[in-house]
């Protein structure tokens, strides 16, 4: 059974920084894009950060470029999200996905969540 399991949300003041961490398992990824999502409340899921399992490309939304850094720890099979200057939009739950070639709203693969919350 493939599972994400995110972890490191929390409750920080804008301009502070938290680290979300997701930890893949039940398949090999290789081949993937893994990364990370977000979903405000009453609004559809939003794209944040991609990076491929097997590295190389990475890919941010423009709303966290410069802010936000995804990185994968292989050896720790662990994929992380980088989080500074956070600002009140950023208050979200955020979700680590992964997929077979490109990441999107309908990945094949999807974690339970982390609630981030920033306030002013």
């Known amino acids: 059974q493939v599972q994400l399991v995110e972890s490191g949300g929390g409750l920080v003041q804008a301009g502070g920084s938290l680290r979300l961490s997701c930890v893949p398992s039940?398949?090999?990824?290789?081949?993937?894009?893994m990364g990370w999502f977000r979903q405000h409340p009453g609004k559809e899921r939003e794209f944040v950060a991609a990076i491929r399992w097997s590295g190389g490309s990475i890919y941010y939304a423009d709303s966290v470029k410069g802010r936000f850094t995804i990185s994968r720890d292989n050896a720790k099979n662990t994929v992380y999200l980088q989080m500074n200057n956070l600002k009140p939009e950023d208050t979200a739950v955020y979700y680590c996905?992964?997929?077979?070639?490109?990441?999107?709203?309908?990945?094949?693969?999807w974690g339970q969540g982390t609630q981030v919350t920033v306030s002013s």
């Open positions: 039940g398949r090999t990824f290789s081949g993937f894009a």
């Open positions: 996905a992964a997929n077979f070639g490109v990441l999107s709203t309908t990945s094949q693969y």
